[in-house]
Structures are given as C-alpha cells and as structure tokens.
C-alpha cells in the first residue's frame, strides 16, 4: 500500500514539474482575456462620452438643407443669388462652424465631419449653367457656384466643397450627349453628389403612377447611362409629393432613393432622430430676412440655430458612434441604438 500511495505522489510531482505550479488552463486564460477586452471597450466608451460632453455633441440636432438655384449678376426671381450673395453665404456659415456634406451623406447617416462642427447640406435645383460651366480645359467658370464653393473652401480649412445637383433634362444647358457626360463626370470626379429633379420639372402632384415613374425614371436611366451613378435622392419639383408619396422613392429597376426633399421652411431632422421622415426632408430657401421670407429663410433659420445651439446638430467627430445628451434618449430611432452614445 505505501509503494502504492508513494508512486501516486511520485506520478503527482511529475506532473507538477511537467505543468508547472503556477500555470493556469486555458479556460481561465481566455475568460481573462474577454474581460480585460470588456473592460477596455467600457473604457474606450467612458472617454469617447466625455469627449462628446466636452464638445457638446448632439447628433440628434436638426441641420440645414439649404436650397439654392440659378448664381447669376442679375436675379429675376427671389430664388436667385448674385455671386457676391452667395459668396456670402458660404462664408457666414464657414465662420459658424459649419461643414458641407451631401444629401447622400444625410439620409445615409455617414456624416463624417470634425468634433464640434455642424453639418449644413447645400441642394442646387435645376441644373442651370449658372451652378457649373467648364471651360476649355475643363476648369469651372468664374462666378459659378462651384467655382465660388470650391474658392471659399480653399480658403477656410475645412469647410469642404461638397455639394448635391438636382439634374434636370436641360443638364446644365448641355444638350449634346458628350458634354453632358463631361459635365456630370466632372462632378462625380470631384466627390459632388447628383440627385434626380424629375426629366421635365413638372408638378407631381396629382399625376398618375404612370406619369411619375416615367419623369422621374427616365432622367434616372439618362443619368446612369452616362455617369454609372444612381441617385440616392430626389427633389421634388415645387416640393409637391405624388398621390402616394413611395411612388417618388421606388419606382421599378429605374430607380430607389432613400430620401425627398422638399422645396423649403424649416431645418431637417437628424437621421437619427425618430422625427426623421425619409419621404418629406424639409429644405430651407435661401434669402435675407425679408416679407415672407422674416421667419422661414436661410438667414432666420441660421440666426435662430446660433441662438439655440442645444437644437443644432453638432458632430462628435466619430463617425461610428450617435453621440447626444442623456436625456434627448428617447428621441434616439431604434436602428440607431446599436451606436447611440449618450453622455
């Protein structure tokens, strides 16, 4: 019996000098291993919150659609801006904190600017001559919206030159399909974005579902055909929706928008709000405060967000987290929750 009980002592130190006294299994090691890695993410989170706090983040603010037309020396319409106006423009909102992004990046959620800056989305309808004009070389023309965008963001880092054009037929007064192609491509080339206007700019309110998927299906097609792009938005002419508002979202294998835009009154909803309504996104017109235009313009609505900053869609510079206040929670839409992250 002893011999016994000796050599299972025998066998046990041999197998502690094989193993090793202070090893430990395997099982432990990774059970370690997860909750150092939790820990770490928990940490990762509590300093990307206060980060939020610090720059008073608050993803779940409203942003300006901005909508412009035709950039001309002598506006015949209040819709209109001179090249000194919209200059203008531009620089009061580079000085306010804003950052360009495009309708795309809106409705998408991939709004990817700086801490602390606030997302505006620059809309131009029509596709007037007067938004971009390539010269000889293929450089746009002087006083042309992008040429005036493209010098005051050259001027103020970080103010991006990034821009959505709601194309119709008249494509920027090209008619032959070459130019066309040219000039659709320069923008795609240079990272603007290109939405669908409807093919005639006609008032879809009213019309047949027939009508509708043939105005705005067929600029859709043409569009493609010589950009390769499928516009991931529409402005709705006048900002009148169909008889059924789906109908300007889906229309066949010609075309599937995320997002309509309307023709103007009052900042957007962020996307990640649950009054986010992908099928009526508000756009503001562009205009002083004057007549009707005292409350419900660009210069209203930008004076109206500076004195109420909580309501303004401010970044936390990381674009995959939604970062807000804790208590505008329930605000947050449910496919969001995933990144919420509120402070």
């Given at each position: 019996m002893r011999l016994r009980i000796l050599s299972g002592l025998g066998l046990l130190a041999a197998a502690a000098s094989l193993t090793g006294c202070d090893s430990?299994?395997?099982?432990?090691?990774?059970?370690?291993?997860?909750?150092?890695?939790?820990?770490?993410?928990?940490?990762?989170?509590?300093?990307?919150?206060?980060?939020?706090?610090?720059?008073?983040?608050?993803?779940?603010?409203?942003?300006?659609?901005?909508?412009?037309?035709?950039?001309?020396?002598?506006?015949?319409?209040?819709?209109?801006r001179t090249p000194q106006q919209f200059r203008a423009d531009l620089e009061r909102l580079a000085r306010e904190g804003y950052v360009p992004i495009t309708a795309t990046e809106m409705v998408t959620g991939k709004i990817d600017i700086p801490a602390g800056k606030h997302p505006v989305v620059l809309t131009f309808d029509d596709s007037s001559p007067s938004q971009l004009t390539l010269n000889e070389v293929g450089v746009p023309a002087p006083n042309t919206a992008v040429a005036i965008l493209k010098d005051v963001a050259a001027k103020n880092p970080g103010f991006r030159p990034k821009a959505t054009f709601y194309v119709t037929r008249d494509m920027f007064g090209k008619t032959v399909r070459e130019e066309q192609a040219e000039t659709l491509g320069w923008l795609k080339e240079?990272?603007?974005?290109?939405?669908?206007?409807?093919?005639?700019?006609?008032n879809l309110r009213g019309r047949s579902h027939k009508e509708v998927e043939e105005q705005i299906g067929s600029i859709a097609k043409q569009i493609n055909s010589l950009t390769g792009i499928n516009p991931t938005t529409i402005a709705l002419p006048y900002g009148n929706a169909p008889t059924q508002r789906e109908w300007a979202m889906h229309g066949g294998k010609e075309y599937n928008h995320q997002g309509a835009f309307l023709a103007g009154y009052t900042p957007a909803a962020s996307p990640f709000s649950k009054a986010f309504d992908p099928v009526a996104i508000p756009r503001i017109k562009v205009m002083e405060k004057k007549g009707d235009c005292k409350q419900f313009c660009s210069e209203a609505w930008l004076d109206w967000l500076k004195s109420n900053p909580d309501m303004r869609y401010t970044s936390d510079g990381d674009v995959t987290t939604v970062a807000y206040p804790k208590f505008k929670t329930p605000y947050l839409r449910k496919t969001f929750v995933k990144w919420g992250l509120p402070y």
């Open positions: 430990q299994p395997s099982t432990v090691k990774m059970a370690d291993t997860k909750v150092d890695a939790a820990a770490k993410l928990k940490a990762a989170k509590v300093a990307k919150a206060q980060f939020a706090a610090k720059v008073k983040a608050n993803e779940l603010g409203q942003i300006p659609v901005l909508m412009f037309h035709r950039i001309i020396d002598k506006p015949s319409t209040t819709d209109d240079n990272g603007f974005d290109i939405g669908n206007h409807t093919r005639d700019h006609i």
